[in-house]
T-cell receptor
């Protein structure tokens, strides 16, 4: 079945550092890929998405590129801020499917 | 726009009692809603897919008689945990897919923390 594996946390960085959170997936066909963010005390929010190979999703300075050849969708940001502290989830929706499959989440803490 | 609410945000109950959790789409209609369970420091696990006016589709291993789902209107789905036990303590999250939109559009509620004593 479909699955998502993402980098284990927690991850702690200093403000303005470069961020990468790795995400790889297993799926048949052409899934849609997502990054969701969960800020403390809040629900999940869509951060970015990509629906076909080589698409790049971007939002709030975060980027991720759908790499079919490596089945990856790594999240990057060039300069993180304290306000980026949250839990980040990589997810996929299988081709033709309704439901989302989530990775285990990565807790990110940014120190001033 | 696209706000999903859950009620209550937290609940504590005694073992053996039943608890109902509501999920509402506040500014859109949702043909499909999803119920997830999230354990501490773990991922979201889909429990069931709820379609308005029809029976919910449960994931493998989820007891349908224990986790009753009702999606009676286009803005409300409810999850009832029947005869709750301590092992049912968890964070329950719903999401809603706006009517007529792609399944890539899912909006999440803030979650309900259930503690069973």
């Amino acid at each position: 079945g479909n699955s998502v594996t993402q980098m284990e946390g927690p991850v702690t960085l200093s403000e303005e550092a470069f961020l990468t959170i790795n995400c790889t997936y297993t799926a048949t066909g052409y899934p849609s890929l997502f990054w969701y963010v969960q800020y403390p005390g809040e629900g999940l929010q869509l951060l970015l998405k990509a629906t076909k190979a080589d698409d790049k999703g971007s939002n709030k300075g975060f980027e991720a590129t759908y790499r079919k050849e490596t089945t990856s969708f790594h999240l990057e940001k060039g300069s993180v801020q304290v306000s980026d502290s949250a839990v980040y989830f990589c997810a996929l929706r299988g081709q033709g499917a309704q439901k989302l499959v989530f990775g285990q989440g990565t807790r990110l803490t940014i120190n001033p | 726009g696209a706000v999903v609410s859950q009620h209550p945000s937290w609940v504590i109950c005694k073992s053996g009692t039943s608890v109902k959790i509501e999920c509402r789409s506040l500014d859109f209609q949702a043909t499909t809603m999803f119920w997830y369970r999230q354990f501490p420091k773990q991922s979201l696990m889909l429990m069931a897919t709820s379609n308005e006016g029809s029976k919910a589709t449960y994931e493998q291993g989820v007891e349908k008689d224990k986790f009753l789902i009702n999606h009676a209107s286009l803005t409300l789905s409810t999850l009832t945990v029947t005869s709750a036990h301590p092992e049912d303590s968890s964070f329950y999250i719903c999401s809603a897919n706006p009517q007529g939109s792609s399944y890539n559009e899912q909006f999440f509620g803030p979650g309900t923390r259930l503690t069973v004593l």
